[in-house]
């Protein structure tokens, strides 16, 4: 079924304890985009600048991602940098340049307008909403990430658009920010009342876990043994996610679950190398091989 | 089959975010002993003071835990307290008061002496090393705690209890301090060298990992809507966790990855309310109905 993408496509610098690049490609929806096509044709629509080459472009080739909606502008792509802690816990923002993101309007091509699945990344939350005035008809599936700079600057924007969302997908911090509780379960229960009917709780190291009126479902985290930068994990979790739900064309409890191991999967990847780097070499069979080794190692009876 | 735990029994002042008390049951042999119980008869070693009444007794009777192993010396029961973060992951100490715990020499009465499960609650290694000394024959199965107290101060009688022990359950911190090594999959590795054949990560709020020959096993947290004081959770874990496998009596794969769901299940009730009284109140049915919740909770198809 048809997946649409709308976020960034940047690039990064990125200083991590393993090493450290200049300027790699990035962007929630690169990260996504990559993560998605193992499971299911991508749509995505973004901006670059007049810096961004063929080369550039040359992450996506041979990809199952339709790159009609990408736009470029004069100018510079997006570009932030940023540095992380020793043990990858934390980091520092060096850098944000928005550049020809700054005036980014998502215009979707015509091609793109029957979409089922759609991504909405982060961005203002107006922005957001206009992409699904853009859509024929209600997609089947409205999945949305958003940050603290929204919760707190935009939020009645982002409770606009929420109420139109499906599944909201965001870590833990932010969970508790939007709902203004502590108790994660309270506070799920109380992002349930704005409009997603699923919410996603990104958990990093520690998994995700999933809240819905079916209840709750967690996956601890696959533990790496040489984890080198979290750049975009969140947005290949999302990628594997609504990848795994739009090529099975299912919307019920057990569609969830499995995108859920697919999007804990892809995220575990996406932290193996620097930048995309490890998303641009992965196979379908290693994805295959490390969710069934998830599940060996979440099993019991009782 | 017969449990036996070494450790602790004392009074707690605790103070926490949903309230405070001056003077309660606790240490890690009373938790643990709680804990277990539910699953196997458990035989405790401890000592206490002249202020240990009948009435600080009462949560132990009625239940299968044998007290002829707590000792009773002139002065004061241990005596700790704490104060909890606002948000529960953090505390400080504001008073460790070792009184006759500071001379405990666990001395096994003779009824214990054919003991098939042990477990060494958290005190000085040498001390954990005699009680193996104590015993007509090797344990089935020897568990053992420690801490970062240990791990820094006493780290070559540390070493010598370790080669005797079988599972090592400590927290994650305490995991990469041990090992030497930041990266939790490595520092388990290094771990299973110095003797134990199966290392328990308990991660608190984030469930538990086991790491042995046989791979990886985690288990999420229960997430619990109204956590209270996370005082004793480790070693109600313990509890659950040595119970089910003293009562199950098999030690194979699958025997370890159940003992661990009520580990888990049996911290998570340990956090609910003020020191022991959640598990004061706990029964076998409420037990069972959270490990198939949690059961519930972490199933998935691929």
Redesign the interface.
């Known amino acids: 079924m048809s997946l649409l993408v709308v976020g960034s496509v940047a690039f990064d610098a990125l200083e991590t304890p393993s090493g450290r690049v200049e300027r790699t490609l990035g962007g929630a929806a690169t990260y996504f985009a990559l993560a998605a096509s193992f499971f299911a044709p991508v749509r995505l629509v973004g901006v670059v600048g007049d810096d961004f080459t063929s080369r550039d472009a040359a992450a996506f080739r041979g990809r199952r991602i339709d790159l009609r909606g990408l736009e470029r502008a004069r100018g510079k792509s997006f570009f932030w940098a940023g540095r992380y802690s ?2 990858l816990s934390s980091r520092v923002t060096l850098a944000t340049e928005l550049n020809v993101f700054a005036d980014f309007q998502p215009k979707l091509p015509l091609a793109y307008r029957d979409s089922r699945y759609l991504f909405l990344a982060n961005i203002q939350p107006t922005l957001q909403l206009s992409v699904l005035g853009q859509l024929r008809k209600r997609p089947r599936l409205v999945a949305l990430d958003t940050m603290n700079y929204w919760i707190e600057r935009t939020p009645v924007e982002l409770r606009n658009t929420l109420r139109r969302t499906d599944v909201l997908m965001i870590n833990d911090e932010e969970t508790r920010q939007l709902a203004g509780r ?5 506070a799920a229960e109380q992002i349930l009342k704005m409009g997603p009917s699923t919410l996603v709780i990104k ?1 990093g190291e ?2 995700a ?1 999933m809240v819905s009126g079916k ?7 696959y ?5 080198r930068d979290p750049t975009g994990a969140g947005d290949a979790f999302a990628g594997g996610f609504m990848g795994a739900l739009a090529a099975s064309g299912r919307v019920n409890p ?1 569609a969830f ?2 995108a ?2 697919y999007g804990s999967v892809l995220g575990s990847f996406a932290v193996e190398r620097i930048g995309v780097e490890r998303l641009r070499r992965l196979t379908r069979k290693e994805i295959n091989a490390r ?2 080794e998830l ?8």
């Open positions: 020793d043990d502590r108790n994660l379960l309270a958990r520690f998994g876990m209840g709750v479902f967690s996956v601890p985290g533990t790496l043994r040489d984890p057990d679950r499995r859920i191991i969710a069934r599940q060996r190692q979440v099993r019991f009876l009782l």
